[in-house]
């Protein structure tokens, strides 16, 4: 985990580098273009992959024929995928009315060769826990590639300029991996192997495929009815947010999906993992959360100028759509673990049909307050399914997670009103108004773990060595 969170918060350090100097040199037009394609190249990713990287990580010890036939399986994946792309390339930019469309998605598609040269690879560190090779080959990616980045922005390149930084980011740990690796394909296709991890993997490919297209269907959306640029600030605002939201559960995630595999046949101590790691993850983001919900204006105007201000109301609904997302993963990943890949699609596909109904019907009705009510409907109805799954077949009952959120629930939405409150008082300038309300809830959620030694609070402190345990050191 230690491994795993220092590749995601420096990636996250360089990425919060690179959206401001990106900002500046980039319109909302240019990353709304990177937006609208977003949701053709998830789901060809998705047909890729096919679950089966699950299924290699569930599978207790898969072989060599296992391991070489979804190497061919992958690839043979991405050279259709790219086919049906590169020929639907002219019709999507018809659809978007945007001729430019067409060149940048068949040079981005590119990345799907790459992507499916190194999923075996990953998997394999994965599943071993070696988070450690993991981690630097991605922070010294995100490096080069925000370098080059920045030299093609500021050159004037517009939009190729992130183009060129999604082949980097695939390219470089594609290269590593197969010289690091010793593992190499051998000539066979195996037919029984393939069948074997299908049975898991379909329903993960589906799984994922279905929850992949709700999220990138808002991007679709927004840029069919509205302009480019309105994309680009929702655009911007979601790829903050996901910082924010899920960036504490990545992290813990990655690491405890092959754990919870290892624990599949143990449902009591897997539920135990489950609660612990739903009470930290909450403990840190859902006040993360809503400091930025209240921070958010002078948090964009400081960081990527006034030109961007228009994404604030999008980042600050979008906020409260992520304190559901951030907390879906721990419990998708466990139901899965378990093998119950078949009950998780069928209540996928439930809770995804409702939530784009939602996202669409709201577009309908009330345009674009419409659409963000929809997202957050989606996110939180599809967070109490996965609640309800891991109560049903794991033993961690519903209202039991319900309950053990509460204390941190109730502490961060008090302290964000009487932040807001105080703010609103005083009457300050944005910059002093932002220092205060971030102030007052930094004193009341503090105060609160100190004095009251909430279970979040003592699972939190169980992850930090204590050397590092500053307020634990003055007491």
């Known amino acids: 985990m230690v491994w795993t969170a220092l590749q995601k918060y420096s990636s996250m350090f360089i990425h919060f580098i690179s959206g401001i100097i990106l900002a500046r040199l980039l319109t909302p037009y240019d990353y709304g273009c990177i937006g609208m394609l977003a949701i053709f190249m998830t789901l060809a990713e998705a047909f890729i992959d096919g679950g089966f990287g699950s299924a290699l990580i569930q599978k207790k010890q898969p072989t060599q024929e296992d391991y070489s036939t979804i190497f061919y399986w992958n690839l043979s994946m991405a050279a259709l995928m790219y086919a049906v792309l590169f020929v639907s390339a002219p019709a999507i930019s018809r659809f978007y009315k945007i001729p430019l469309l067409c060149n940048v998605l068949r040079v981005q598609g590119l990345v799907l060769f790459i992507y499916a040269f190194n999923i075996v690879q990953r998997n394999q560190l994965r599943k071993k826990l070696n988070f450690k090779v993991l981690s630097i080959v991605s922070i010294i990616t995100s490096v080069i590639a925000l370098g080059v980045t920045i030299f093609m922005a500021y050159n004037g390149f517009g939009v190729w300029a992130l183009v060129v930084q999604h082949l980097i980011t695939a390219a470089i740990p594609a290269i590593v991996f197969w010289f690091f690796i010793k593992w190499r394909p051998i000539l066979v296709f195996s037919w029984k192997s393939f069948k074997e991890l299908f049975s898991f993997g379909f329903y993960m490919f589906l799984t994922n495929l279905l929850n992949n297209l709700s999220v990138k269907i808002q991007g679709l959306l927004i840029g069919k009815v509205y302009s480019p640029i309105v994309m680009g600030y929702y655009s ?240």
């Open 236 to 475: 911007k605002a979601h790829s903050v947010e996901s910082l924010a939201s899920q960036s504490i559960s990545s992290v813990m995630t990655q690491v405890t999906y092959p754990l919870y595999a290892e624990a599949q046949n143990n449902l009591k101590q897997l539920a135990n993992m489950i609660r612990r790691l739903t009470m930290t993850i909450a403990y840190i983001t859902f006040p993360l959360l809503f400091i930025l919900l209240l921070l958010a204006k002078p948090v964009f105007l400081l960081l990527y100028s006034d030109r961007w201000l228009a994404s604030v109301p999008y980042f600050q609904v979008l906020c409260i759509a992520g304190l559901g997302i951030s907390l879906t993963a721990v419990n998708t990943q466990a139901i899965a673990a378990i093998g119950k890949s078949k009950v998780m699609f069928v209540w996928t596909v439930i809770k995804r049909a409702i939530g784009i109904a939602s996202i669409v019907g709201g577009l309908l009705l009330f345009g674009m307050k419409g659409l963000l009510a929809g997202v957050i409907f989606s996110n939180w109805f599809s967070y109490l399914v996965n609640i309800y799954l891991v109560s049903k077949h794991i033993g961690y009952h519903f209202w039991k997670q319900i309950r053990d959120l509460i204390p941190v629930a109730a502490t961060s939405i008090i302290a964000a009103v009487v932040s807001y409150g105080v703010g609103y008082l005083l009457h300050l300038n944005l910059y002093a108004d932002g220092l205060v309300k971030l102030f007052v809830y930094v004193i009341i959620y503090l105060g609160w773990s100190i004095f009251f030694k909430p279970e979040s609070y003592t699972y939190f402190l169980s992850v930090i060595p204590k050397k590092f345990r500053i307020l634990e050191r003055k007491r």
